[in-house]
């Protein structure tokens, strides 16, 4: 992605060949800020007060949290502290524990000072991954826009809904919902986005709607109960949103307020879609609802709100009554019912165990 004529992505080793940059989300869409990460509590941090955020960007922070905890120790001790520390930071993304157990399948039987050197190629190709994984969406979830358009009148939009931000700024580069989004865009497809909102953090008006429009993508910001009124009158094609964890079995969890948008698709019979890298299904799970922790996060996300003054200052204020309870849930699940398809890097499953394990099938039984 490009951000003023420059390419970026969303971490990176800085010259130094050790420190990582990230790009302070928490800042959004007022400013574009990058902050420099030195040792895993820094790393910890940026993942739990959401400096970055969503599953595969998660992963990526944790794995280079781990090549900052070797620097200071490269004991089996240090790597096992740096692993509790980093599990901790937030509960729902199973990319995050996925990338901590790909860096210790790295790290194992390794002399220590060849740790960290193996710990810094790991990381790297952990993003590079990503990077190929979100492209291979992007192709995969394409073709499905491309038989939509070519069911409606010439030019007339294909218009695509999507929750939160399961963009360029949730991975490494492309997005995971957004990259069919930005492929059709490139492919002269004309392509309109309604970004739901996404109360309590706005992840969709502050950083879908930033990003598309970097991009130049037309969009929609919307308030989260919008969409059921879209689909009624036929201004929904279809549904893109991203995930956090999927079950073997296909229930997806992403966040709050998708099991809602997938309950409105379903009664008006517009295809929706989940947008899933590999590393980001839970092989470990099967019942969604049951089985994945949903994480609750400050009230104050709900009864606050920050925005930029006609000044440009950086403002919060509370929303709520002084002592009202509040409550913040951040995920919930889609059962796989309510589910069209899910766009993986190697084509699109069937929400169901049978077409996961068709996709994924060194997976099955594995765990
Ligand atoms: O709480 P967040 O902002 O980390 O939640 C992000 C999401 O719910 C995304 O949809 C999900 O992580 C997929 S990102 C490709």
């Not at 895993?40 to 280079?64: E, Q």
């Not at 939509?148 to 009148?153: L, M, Q, R, V």
């Not at 003054?309 to 950086?314: C, E, H, R, V």
């Amino acid at each position: 992605m490009k951000v003023d004529g420059k390419p970026y992505r969303t971490i990176w080793v800085n010259g130094d060949g050790w420190s990582v940059e990230i790009i302070d989300q928490t800042r959004m869409p007022h400013r574009f800020e990058t902050v420099t990460l030195k040792t895993v509590a820094d790393a910890a941090h940026a993942i739990k007060a959401m400096l970055v955020r969503g599953a595969p960007l998660i992963g990526a922070t944790a794995a280079y949290g781990v090549c900052l905890a070797l620097r200071e120790d490269d004991s089996d001790e240090a790597i096992d502290r740096a692993r509790d520390l980093l599990i901790e930071t937030r509960p729902t993304a199973v990319n995050l524990r996925w990338a901590l157990d790909e860096m210790r399948e790295a790290l194992r039987n390794r002399p220590r000072g060849e740790r960290l050197e193996a710990a810094y190629r790991r990381a790297a190709e952990i993003c590079d991954e990503d990077v190929e994984i979100c492209r291979s969406i992007g192709r995969h979830g394409l073709k499905l826009i491309q038989e939509i358009a070519a069911k409606k009148p010439a030019g007339e939009p294909v218009n695509i809904l999507t929750h939160c931000n399961a963009g360029w700024l949730a991975t490494v580069d492309w997005g995971t919902a957004t990259a069919p989004m930005y492929m059709a865009f490139e492919d002269g497809i004309p392509v309109h986005v309604w970004a739901d909102e996404t109360r309590p953090r706005n992840q969709g008006a502050s950083l879908t709607a930033w990003e598309l429009g970097h991009h130049g993508v037309p969009h929609t910001v919307i308030a989260d109960n919008v969409g059921g009124h879209l689909m009624q009158h036929g201004q929904v094609d279809l549904c893109i949103v991203g995930t956090d964890r999927t079950t073997a079995s296909g229930d997806v969890c992403n966040k709050i307020g998708t099991y809602l948008k997938a309950l409105a698709a379903h009664d008006n019979g517009v295809p929706f879609y989940v947008a899933l890298p590999s590393p980001t299904i839970d092989w470990t799970v099967h019942d969604g609802v049951k089985e994945i922790p949903i994480e609750q996060r400050s009230g104050e996300e709900v009864s606050r709100m920050t925005g930029r003054t006609a000044a440009g200052a950086i403002e919060t204020v509370t929303i709520t009554p002084d002592g009202s309870p509040v409550a913040n849930y951040a995920f919930d699940v889609t059962p796989r019912r309510y589910v069209t398809g899910l766009i993986t890097e190697r084509g699109v499953a069937e929400p169901s165990p049978e077409g996961l394990a068709a996709l994924f099938p060194e997976r099955v039984g594995r765990g």
